[in-house]
């Protein structure tokens, strides 16, 4: 089953924000049995939005578009998608409701404009947003489906996972679709795809392996597709279990987590805890860590040094080893490390300096 996705608003196309939506939705479409044919976006402007609508029609057979369906004049898209389809306007009562609603409870006026979020094209099925004023709406149309969502990421999200999904497994008799994920480090993605040949090449024709690369990474995926969920699940995690026997010496983790939580994981199962010690990292390093619900029974914390007072006081790093080798030296970090295990009593610490920057620092 192939879909598109249009994102509409001309902020992505002059890189204002980043589309973080189409990642997201392709991700989760994906899981369903959906394969995103083609993502496009385009301008605020009817004549290329019912371009992108004519060219996704005749490759997919699910359009999900996000973007445009704010009250102001450059928000289009519902405007747009009434022509399109040739269906008039008409104010969906229970959507106005919930926009008055969400007003009496911020006990702030309503204005015309406010009011408009309730129009809808006559003829498509109206699904209520109840994290905002825009409704989403669902067209069937000749056997295809066209869905237009509010394109703020946690409006889209919530109509996605509660409405949109749950929708379309019910519309189409999809296939599932496994995937195990085996994080690896220490080697590049051609070593590793070398010493793995033979089992690649032996894959049943339904499962494959993609390798993704990312600096001192590498995740090895594997991707089942068919109608039994139990039985591809069993293939996948033998299939994996082979390649983990193969380079176990690398594998860090198995499963599709950062390597921050696969280090976390493996510390707290070992009953280990952990500090930082950064310098032009500026307590990212921490940020990682923290970022991860539990770390706090492994990352104790860490300091933030990167002024050589800060390093001496902080880190008891010694002036004679900052002023003889430089901030970013071996001698330096060595230093810092034994400053953070000594002063924020953890098993292991994580020391960082470097050039940051053209001017050094």
């Given at each position: 089953?192939?879909a598109?996705?249009?994102t509409?608003g001309?902020?992505?196309l002059?890189?204002?924000?980043?589309d973080?939506?189409?990642?997201?939705?392709?991700?989760?479409?994906?899981?369903?049995?959906?394969?995103?044919?083609?993502?496009?976006?385009v301008?605020?402007?009817?004549?290329?939005?019912?371009?992108?609508?004519?060219?996704?029609?005749?490759?997919?057979?699910?359009?999900?578009?996000?973007g445009g369906l704010?009250?102001?004049?450059?928000?289009?898209?519902?405007?747009?998608l009434?022509?399109y389809?040739?269906m008039?306007?008409?104010r969906?009562?229970?959507?106005?409701?919930?926009?008055?609603?969400?007003f009496?409870?911020?006990?702030?006026?309503?204005?015309?404009?406010?009011r408009?979020?309730?129009?809808?094209?006559?003829?498509c099925?109206v699904?209520?947003?109840?994290?905002?004023?825009?409704?989403?709406?669902?067209f069937d149309?000749?056997?295809?489906i066209?869905?237009?969502?509010?394109?703020?990421p946690f409006?889209m999200?919530y109509?996605?996972?509660?409405?949109?999904?749950?929708?379309?497994?019910?519309?189409?008799?999809?296939?599932f679709?496994?995937?195990?994920?085996?994080?690896?480090?220490?080697?590049?993605?051609?070593?590793?795809?070398q010493?793995?040949?033979?089992l690649?090449?032996?894959?049943?024709?339904?499962i494959?392996?993609?390798y993704l690369?990312?600096?001192?990474?590498?995740?090895?995926?594997?991707?089942?597709?068919?109608?039994?969920?139990?039985?591809?699940?069993?293939?996948?995690?033998?299939?994996?279990?082979k390649?983990?026997?193969?380079?176990?010496?690398?594998?860090a983790?198995?499963?599709d987590v950062?390597?921050?939580?696969?280090?976390l994981?493996?510390?707290k199962?070992?009953?280990?805890?952990?500090s930082?010690?950064?310098?032009c990292?500026?307590?990212y390093?921490?940020?990682?860590l923290?970022q991860?619900?539990?770390?706090?029974?492994?990352?104790?914390?860490?300091?933030?040094?990167?002024?050589?007072d800060?390093?001496?006081?902080?880190?008891?790093?010694?002036?004679?080893?900052l002023?003889?080798?430089g901030?970013?030296s071996?001698q330096?970090?060595?230093e810092?490390?034994?400053?953070?295990?000594?002063?924020?009593?953890?098993d292991?610490?994580?020391?960082?300096?470097?050039?940051?920057?053209?001017?050094?620092?």
């Amino acid at each position: 089953m192939l879909a598109e996705i249009i994102t509409i608003g001309d902020e992505i196309l002059i890189g204002q924000i980043v589309d973080t939506n189409s990642a997201w939705m392709g991700k989760e479409l994906n899981k369903i049995g959906i394969s995103v044919k083609q993502i496009t976006s385009v301008s605020d402007n009817a004549e290329h939005i019912i371009e992108a609508l004519e060219e996704a029609q005749k490759r997919a057979n699910i359009i999900l578009i996000t973007g445009g369906l704010g009250p102001t004049k450059d928000d289009i898209t519902k405007l747009t998608l009434s022509k399109y389809f040739n269906m008039p306007l008409r104010r969906d009562a229970e959507t106005l409701a919930h926009v008055e609603g969400l007003f009496a409870k911020l006990n702030r006026p309503m204005i015309d404009l406010n009011r408009r979020q309730a129009d809808v094209p006559d003829g498509c099925t109206v699904i209520q947003n109840k994290n905002g004023t825009a409704p989403c709406m669902w067209f069937d149309v000749d056997g295809k489906i066209i869905v237009s969502m509010p394109g703020v990421p946690f409006e889209m999200m919530y109509l996605m996972e509660d409405e949109i999904l749950p929708r379309l497994q019910k519309a189409f008799k999809l296939p599932f679709i496994v995937h195990k994920t085996i994080l690896t480090i220490g080697q590049g993605e051609s070593f590793l795809a070398q010493q793995i040949e033979d089992l690649e090449d032996a894959l049943p024709s339904h499962i494959k392996l993609a390798y993704l690369p990312k600096l001192g990474q590498v995740r090895l995926r594997l991707s089942a597709i068919g109608n039994d969920e139990v039985a591809l699940k069993a293939e996948v995690n033998f299939q994996a279990q082979k390649i983990i026997e193969r380079v176990n010496t690398f594998v860090a983790a198995e499963d599709d987590v950062p390597l921050e939580k696969a280090i976390l994981d493996l510390m707290k199962i070992n009953g280990l805890t952990l500090s930082t010690a950064e310098s032009c990292t500026g307590g990212y390093i921490a940020h990682l860590l923290t970022q991860h619900a539990g770390s706090s029974v492994v990352f104790a914390g860490g300091a933030v040094a990167y002024s050589y007072d800060l390093k001496e006081s902080i880190l008891g790093v010694r002036h004679q080893t900052l002023t003889e080798f430089g901030a970013v030296s071996e001698q330096t970090v060595k230093e810092m490390a034994e400053g953070a295990i000594e002063h924020f009593k953890t098993d292991y610490t994580i020391a960082v300096s470097g050039i940051a920057g053209p001017d050094g620092g």
